[in-house]
């Protein structure tokens, strides 16, 4: 049986010999192990440590030879349902990278240029092959910085900016938020109401303008009115307020009996405020959210929301960035772009009875 | 300037010569970027890209560098809150991690023998330095396998051995939970209550023993009887089905006026139940549960719960990891074990009026 190549650095050719498998075999062994038989596992393992075999995960000349790392940037903890969002995405992610062989690595910032200066360390010291980007917006710098780097990268979210087809484009998978609210109106209407108020928020933010467009594509396809509504932050005690402020019917105005709201924080505020009137949630003024938390399954009266497909999401991400790390298709050139479906998950909260 | 040594692999050395800098500060370049100025950074990753140097972190033998990598199971997704749970201290460990120049990885398994299989290979390709395991229980096989390896790890939750100090001893951080069932006994016998009843899981589960322990322990410190009580899988609809059967009091049983519950979902269910037989939570039926998920607080009564200091048990977690592999602390020898209290925070579900 031959020795390691030249420079006492074994290879995996030597490896393959050794263990008596073809190079694919110990190529599986380190990044697919799930393929192989136990037996033949074990043979390829002893030949590695035999050998002193290391995978050279940091060398970036050797494109072909990836590290099956993948980089996600966590923010700073929060006790909100946007933050646990996407903490159960990332369970998502994790899960599908999984299955494709991959490893999620998690980097820690706050902020854009503190998560690109991350993305620096992290391909410099552990040689990330690719990233996953969440919350992108307009004039979003890091889609930019990864371009120019030739870094292979996919957003959870779609891009915000004026030609999100022009020449910065970049691979993305999103949900369509703006169906799932219309699904909500048109739901409301079915159950008889013709008033039907929208609490979103802050006009400036991309993703509420989204929804809010939504529900005004449904009203007016309804032959609905869409005057009742409310931007405020994403907290409890904003959806508490507004609610008394909207069923106070300002100025004389019309009185919602029916509340679609862009958040399930939101609209479990909502649901307390009716609580403190005495009014029951349903019957009196029905109540949406969106994300389906557990929350919304678990409250009393159980509420209706927007399910997004987590894992659909994660696995659609996956198989983007293993596409183009694999040489299947540029990304670069022509970017993977997919908007899935949400589902109304309909609860006693917006139910006449 | 001397070219790289023998075998044509640069060495740290050589890259430290060429930078004109101390070994120390190449290290300090790689693993802890921030702590050189933006000019001395750059002349290393220069002198990096120059010589080829590829920082070899599959080298197990080279204990004194280490990958600054520390593996994390991820289970399957779920949809309940004890996933959830997991899910927050995924990303508090992150934060916790990152502040001490570590990444977390993320591997994905079904069941401790592919949770192992899985961090063999992890090992294996990307030379992670330590693990920190979630979920330990008796006779848990895992621990043994990763000091047999001599690999670095701690543990979110304690031994649950016959004997934890003993040679199976390793290093663990815990909450409390029987301190803070005891809590909230504590409080509901504040509000007048005599006939304290306790929701808990099925008596295999060593973290429910621990809060039945804590409830038992209460009410005989309170001189209240510790009679009724259930044990039931965490699931919502067992929170309202056995809410239901312990309020009919089987065999003319004693009533209670307050349930304290193992967990939130299983109070959630509880909470439904009231409502549907027209009870007021909190006046009518006290109702305590445990977690505080972000449920707790957004659902209407809100639900008085108890909280586990998440954030510090990922600190305490990192702590050790880094103690250990900086050669400061040899916890194999001696492990560290914290056992940390938690909070218990009062909602309108337990107050009386």
């Known amino acids: 049986m031959r020795g390691p190549s030249r420079h006492g650095a074994a290879t995996l050719d030597d490896v393959a010999r050794r263990a008596e498998v073809s190079a694919m075999t110990v190529s599986n062994a380190l990044n697919h192990p799930a393929r192989l038989s136990p037996e033949t596992l074990a043979r390829v393992r002893d030949a590695i440590e035999e050998l002193g075999y290391r995978p050279n995960r940091s ?17 700073r903890s929060r006790q909100d349902r946007a933050a646990l969002l996407l903490d159960q995405f990332l369970h998502a992610l994790a899960e599908s990278a999984s299955s494709l062989g991959y490893h999620l690595i998690l980097c820690h910032a706050a902020g854009d240029s503190a998560e690109l200066a991350a993305y620096q360390e992290l391909r410099q010291t552990t040689a990330v092959d690719a990233f996953v980007l969440t919350g992108a917006h307009r004039d979003d710098a890091r889609m930019a910085w990864l371009r120019e780097q030739g870094v292979t990268f996919a957003s959870f979210g779609r891009s915000w900016d004026a030609d999100p087809d022009g020449p910065g484009a970049f691979s993305w998978v999103d949900v369509d938020g703006a169906a799932g609210i219309r699904a909500a109106v048109e739901h409301l209407a079915t159950q008889g109401h013709t008033e039907i108020g929208f609490v979103g928020w802050p006009e400036d933010s991309e993703l509420g303008r989204d929804r809010l467009r939504g529900w005004q594509e449904a009203c007016t396809a309804l032959g609905l009115p869409a005057r009742v509504r409310a931007h405020v932050v994403d907290e409890f005690d904003a959806g508490r307020d507004v609610a008394h402020r909207l069923l106070d019917a300002p100025r004389g105005g019309p009185v919602p009996t ?96």
């Open 258 to 353: 029916a509340l679609v709201c862009v958040s399930d924080t939101l609209a479990l505020g909502v649901l307390r405020t009716l609580s403190e009137r005495g009014l029951r949630a349903g019957p009196d003024v029905a109540v949406t959210g969106f994300d389906n938390s557990p929350s919304a399954a678990l409250t009393t009266p159980g509420l209706t929301s927007i399910d997004q497909p987590l894992a659909d999401v994660a696995a659609e991400l996956v198989r983007i960035l293993d596409a183009e790390l694999s040489g299947v298709a540029a990304t670069a050139a022509s970017p993977a772009q997919t908007l899935l479906p949400p589902r109304l998950v309909v609860r006693d909260s917006s139910l006449s009875r």
């Open 59 to 75: 060398a970036r000349t050797l494109r072909s030879q990836t590290s099956r790392l993948v980089g996600v940037r966590v923010e």
